[in-house]
């Protein structure tokens, strides 16, 4: 069992940044493939980024802008998120992947409580 705690979250403005953590307790965290997601009211959780043991992987929408890293000393990933845009508002999930497909959802076996993130135009 991974336990996975978000924080960062919060209100920006248009063309802002925030910077989303999250610590897990597994003390093998460098092990794990591990990944970002969001979602919007009334919409699917999507895929933003991953971080495996030697790449990194965006979806379209965020590529140039968002920049996921990691600390394994600390068992922590990062999501740095730069020029913001309203559309970029959700609930910011990150989780670990079970090693299957890191661009979907069922691809990841454990999950944090999510942080929100709020875009204002």
């Known amino acids: 069992q991974v336990q996975l705690v978000e924080s960062g979250g919060g209100l920006a403005q248009a063309g802002g940044s925030l910077r989303l953590s999250c610590a897990a307790s597994?003390?093998?965290?460098?092990?794990?493939?591990m990944g970002w997601f969001r979602q919007a009211p009334g919409k699917e959780r999507e895929f933003v980024a991953a971080y495996n043991w030697a790449s990194r992987y965006y979806a379209d929408s965020v590529k140039g802008r968002f920049t996921i890293s990691r600390d394994n000393a600390k068992n922590t990933v990062y999501l740095q998120m730069n020029s913001l845009k309203p559309e970029d508002t959700a609930v910011y999930y990150c989780?670990?992947?079970?090693?299957?497909?890191?661009?979907?959802?069922?691809?990841?076996?454990?999950w944090g409580q999510g942080t929100q993130v709020t875009v204002s135009s």
């Open positions: 597994a003390s093998t965290f460098s092990r794990y493939a």
């Open positions: 989780a670990v992947s079970d090693g299957s497909n890191l661009y979907h959802p069922r691809g990841y076996a454990y």
